[in-house]
């Protein structure tokens, strides 16, 4: 993977990354394919109608269903989806994180029953390498250890020691086996900035025959945190990463979170929140969310936002979406989807554009004063 950094305007950064399957320019979102597939997406859609140059995909549901292995005999997760681009894979620690009662982690790794059939499966911080080997994605997280917020000391510490732990034991594993698929860790520490820059500090120095992560995540944020303290250890945390490498904020968010963290200093984020939002109703616009549902919007022929470019809002009305939507008619869902993720899209490529032209708080002021609701 090549990493440059393009321009700079204070701490937001564009920048050029390039994977084996695509050059990315820097911020970028990317739309999440849980299962190898964008909800109500197919690949023609991802690369040709949003020209998404990354997407991410999850090393737990893909290990479930339909099995690594079966992944691996189509050619990893390219050849199986369809979608010739880059890939990122989480590794699954979220998911473990969410299954509440049915996980159990010690120092080893996590135990976990499988939320389809009940069946009983382990992590080690290996065994999620070897399976994101078999799904070839670009870019690999490592397995780490996820906590609620707010928690207490002793549990925070624990999390970045293991979280730390794991990380050292990816990359071992990772260099023994000589793949060229990205690796990145994942820096956590709650809310606690003394536990951030801890956990930073100790990623950034592990060295293994010369080679260190190929980038670096801030993990266990956007997990009932508020939101301005989010910012506040975003703010904190990016410092403490090398400039020359990705910087990644795991599961954010809102566009208003996108522009504040960008201009903290980070390139790539993901959610689910726009392709989930749309399928609920919501879409993104340039003045804020509108409900597509509203009987107002019965006999409206303008379309989603007026000043947005996107297949959906130059080929059809509010009018025909908000029928759609009532009607459950499943066309709805893959042009709310269109829309709303190329809205994100959009943002963070006005964003780095911003960036380049030394305009980045002029952008944020005039993002922010267009916004109704």
């Known amino acids: 993977m090549e990493f440059k950094i393009d321009a700079t305007d204070g701490r937001a950064r564009a920048a050029t990354i390039k994977t084996v399957h695509s050059e990315i320019k820097t911020p970028i979102f990317m739309p999440v394919g849980t ?19 990354i997407i991410l995909a999850n090393t737990y549901h893909l290990y479930l269903r339909p099995g690594d292995e079966v992944v691996k005999s189509f050619g990893g997760l390219h050849g199986f989806s369809g979608y010739k681009r880059s890939f990122l894979t989480d590794s699954g620690g979220f998911q473990a994180f969410s ?9 080893n790794g996590i135990w976990f029953k499988s939320h389809i059939d009940g069946s009983s499966h382990f992590f080690s911080p290996e065994k999620v390498i070897d399976i994101e080997y078999n799904l070839n994605s670009d870019i690999m997280m490592v397995l780490d250890d996820l906590i609620a917020l707010p928690n207490t000391k002793e549990r925070i510490k624990k999390s970045i020691e293991r979280t730390t732990q794991w990380a050292k034991r990816s ?26 820059k801890i956990s930073a500090e100790s990623l950034v120095g ?8 190929d980038g670096f995540a801030i993990g266990g ?13 975003i703010e904190f945390t990016t410092p403490f990463l090398p400039e020359n490498k990705p910087r990644y904020l795991m599961g954010v968010g ?41 009987a107002k919007y019965k006999l409206d022929d303008k379309p989603i936002d007026e000043n947005c470019s996107c297949y959906t809002c130059r080929h059809f009305s509010r009018g025909y979406l908000n029928h759609l939507f009532k009607a459950k008619e499943l066309t709805y869902f893959r042009l709310a989807t269109i829309h709303n993720l190329h809205y994100y899209l959009n943002l963070v490529k006005e964003a780095r554009e911003a ?3 030394k305009r980045f708080n002029e952008f944020k002021k005039e993002f922010y004063s267009k916004r109704i609701n």
């Open 171 to 196: 990359l071992v594993h990772h260099i023994e086996k000589g793949a060229k698929n990205n690796l990145f860790a994942i820096v956590q520490g709650g809310t606690d900035f003394e536990f951030r």
């Open 254 to 294: 809102t566009p208003e979170d996108i522009i504040e963290a960008i201009e903290r200093g980070v390139d790539m984020f993901d959610c689910v929140m726009p392709t989930r939002n749309a399928r609920n109703g919501y879409l993104f616009t340039t003045f804020g969310t509108l409900r597509i549902k509203n």
């Open 99 to 107: 299954l509440g009662d049915n996980v159990k982690i010690n120092d």
């Open 206 to 213: 592990i060295e293994v025959e010369g080679k260190t992560f």
């Open 35 to 53: 299962a190898a597939a964008v909800k109500s997406l197919d690949a023609i859609d991802l690369m040709d109608v949003l020209d998404a140059k």
């Open 221 to 233: 944020l956007s997990v009932g945190e508020e939101n301005q303290l989010m910012y506040d250890t």
């Open 355 to 357: 960036i380049i032209d």
